[in-house]
């Protein structure tokens, strides 16, 4: 009953790490963790965000284009 393809979940968190190595170049990604909240389909735009919540840390999110979250996602960075 899916309206699409299911886009594969360690796909979006791949996508998420990837901004956040893009933004950061310096920072080392120590930890990683996410969670699957909602399905995104094939062809459905995506809007992938974060946030720097500490010194070592950033929580990212994908959104799908209802604008609720798909996937959340914190790193821990090196000091």
Same mark, same amino acid.
């Given at each position: 009953?899916?309206?699409?393809?299911?886009?594969?979940? @360690?796909?979006?968190?791949?996508?998420?790490?990837?901004?956040?190595?893009? =933004?950061?170049?310096?920072?080392?990604? @120590?930890? &990683?963790?996410?969670?699957?909240?909602? =399905?995104? &389909?094939?062809? !459905?735009?995506? @809007?992938?965000?974060?946030?720097?919540?500490?010194?070592?840390?950033? *929580?990212?999110?994908?959104?799908?284009? *209802?604008?609720?979250?798909?996937?959340?996602?914190?790193?821990?960075?090196? !000091?």
């Amino acid at each position: 009953g899916y309206p699409a393809l299911v886009v594969h979940g @360690t796909l979006t968190a791949i996508l998420l790490l990837d901004l956040l190595t893009r =933004a950061r170049p310096e920072a080392r990604v @120590t930890h &990683f963790s996410c969670r699957a909240e909602r =399905a995104l &389909f094939a062809g !459905q735009e995506v @809007t992938l965000a974060g946030a720097v919540v500490a010194d070592d840390r950033v *929580d990212l999110w994908a959104e799908g284009p *209802d604008g609720d979250v798909a996937m959340t996602a914190a790193a821990t960075l090196a !000091q």
